[in-house]
């Protein structure tokens, strides 16, 4: 059997669909369709009976052969350029760091800034990204994914504005309250207010954003001058918040988490510098 077909086959069951596959694989869809048959859905492509066999029966084994091969270009000193995604301020911020250690051992890093969840998996699956990090689960067999950690949301503002917020009028109408300050934010949406005013006020914010930084760095700047309040990851505000640059306004008993997954495309954990780069991130994520 010619292995290339093989493997043809087995990208597009992982994948789900003829054009997710040739985006993984650097082929055009067309040549992608004309080399495997499998059964049409009306959302992408499933396999027969045989061919689902044959598919988890022969995955393994290639994976096993491109370690093989990528284990010898390393070897080989030809050394290994790890392509990393994620939202700006973590990867900047966690990831990052994380992976210094392997720099020493002779890694390249390259970083994309990406915000949006669907543009990162997107690159991922077009091989653009060797892992990436989100803040949603991705779904799919084209990708696996591993939590990471959990990151804290908090309300802040710089002392001017928490002066004139007294706890009692905040534990009874603290929303309402809020809404009368001005709002610092990534996006017009009010992603992160809308989130925390959900999980701690069930409800919807009625605030407009006052001032919009598509960073959550000068997001937290902002706030710090006086700019009005923000919902900023703890680790991000927490040098702030020591120094009292920032207040955080409320102490919730369930604090507001978002999660975030490491992923990469299904079989290539099996190669040796992703798999270091994945076990370095995770074992860090650890004191996060």
Same mark, same amino acid.
């Given at each position: ?155 802040? +503002? @710089?002392? #001017?504005?928490? !002066?004139? =917020?007294? &706890?009692? %009028? ?71 918040? +020591? @120094?009292? #640059?920032?207040? !955080?306004? =409320?102490? &919730?008993? %369930? ?34």
């Amino acid at each position: 059997m010619d292995l290339s077909l093989l493997r043809t086959f087995v990208a597009v069951h992982r994948a789900g669909s003829f054009t997710r596959a040739a985006a993984l694989l650097g082929l055009s869809q067309p040549a992608v369709t004309s080399q495997i048959r499998f059964l049409r859905q009306a959302r992408g492509v499933t396999p027969t009976t045989i061919g689902d066999e044959l598919a988890h029966r022969a995955a393994p084994h290639l994976d096993a052969l491109v370690e093989i091969a990528e284990t010898g270009l390393d070897e080989q000193g030809g050394g290994r350029t790890l392509h990393v995604a994620g939202p700006p301020e973590f990867t900047a911020l966690r990831v990052l760091p994380a992976l210094t250690p392997l720099v020493g051992q002779g890694l390249a890093v390259r970083a994309s800034f990406l915000g949006n969840t669907e543009e990162i998996l997107d690159g991922l699956a077009a091989g653009h990204h060797d892992l990436a990090v989100t803040t949603a689960r991705p779904r799919g067999g084209l990708i696996v994914s591993t939590p990471l950690c959990d990151e804290e949301h908090v309300l802040v +503002a @710089a002392e #001017r504005w928490a !002066a004139r =917020l007294s &706890p009692d %009028v905040l534990l009874g109408t603290g929303s309402v309250v809020l809404e009368q300050l001005p709002v610092v934010e990534v996006h017009e949406s009010l992603p992160f207010v809308s989130r925390y005013w959900a999980a701690v006020f069930d409800g919807k914010p009625a605030a407009a954003a006052t001032v919009i930084a598509p960073d959550l760095r000068a997001v937290r700047d902002s706030a710090a001058s006086g700019a009005g309040l923000a919902v900023l990851p703890r680790y991000l505000c927490e040098e702030d918040l +020591a @120094a009292g #640059r920032l207040v !955080a306004l =409320l102490d &919730p008993p %369930v604090p507001p988490l978002r999660t975030y997954f490491l992923v990469a495309r299904t079989g290539t954990l099996a190669l040796s510098p992703l798999a270091r780069a994945h076990e370095a991130l995770l074992r860090a994520a650890a004191d996060w």
